[in-house]
């Protein structure tokens, strides 16, 4: 598989993964402009195994905020945090495709880890470059890199 494959393969199981119908990687773009359904909080809290308050730290938004938006799952969220909802969504497939199975992939996101400077790879997803180095890490894994 081309590099641009996995990637359009990983940013559509990540959209499938929260719900998101799309068939292409443009459709994601789009989804993420108007803003996800509220509704994708709970999708995603649930494959992670996260409370509110955690996702509330990684997407930067008070806690009462999620919980005004969770009562109507039908609403949209803001771009900025449908981006960032799909951010982890896009890292847990990652972290399945590189661990072998999801059960694997939640522990190892939730677990601090050495090749990260012992942080826990959740805790580095609320920028940008914490997410590159949590990428980083999974690569080195899948690709069997061990330094």
Same mark, same amino acid.
């Given at each position: ?44 809290? $649930?494959?992670?195994? &996260?409370?509110? /308050?955690? #996702? ?5 938004? %008070?806690? @009462?905020? !999620? ?37 694997? $992939?939640?522990?190892? &996101?939730?677990? /601090?880890? #050495? ?5 826990? %790879?959740? @805790?580095? !997803? ?22």
């Amino acid at each position: 598989m081309a590099y641009n494959d996995e990637v359009a393969s990983d940013v559509l199981n990540a959209a499938h993964a929260l719900g998101i119908e799309a068939e292409r990687e443009s459709d994601v773009i789009n989804h993420i402009r108007q803003g996800f359904p509220a509704r994708t909080l709970e999708a995603l809290e $649930a494959r992670l195994g &996260l409370s509110q /308050a955690d #996702v509330a730290g990684i997407l930067h938004v %008070p806690e @009462r905020t !999620l919980t005004r938006r969770r009562s109507k799952p039908d609403a949209r969220l803001p771009v900025d945090e449908s981006d960032r909802v799909f951010r982890l969504a896009r890292i847990l497939n990652l972290a399945i495709d590189a661990l072998g199975d999801e059960g694997r $992939a939640k522990v190892w &996101l939730h677990s /601090a880890n #050495v090749s990260l400077g012992g942080a826990i %790879p959740l @805790r580095m !997803l609320d920028t940008e470059p914490g997410v590159r180095s949590v990428e980083d890490a999974l690569g080195r894994i899948a690709y069997g890199i061990f330094a």
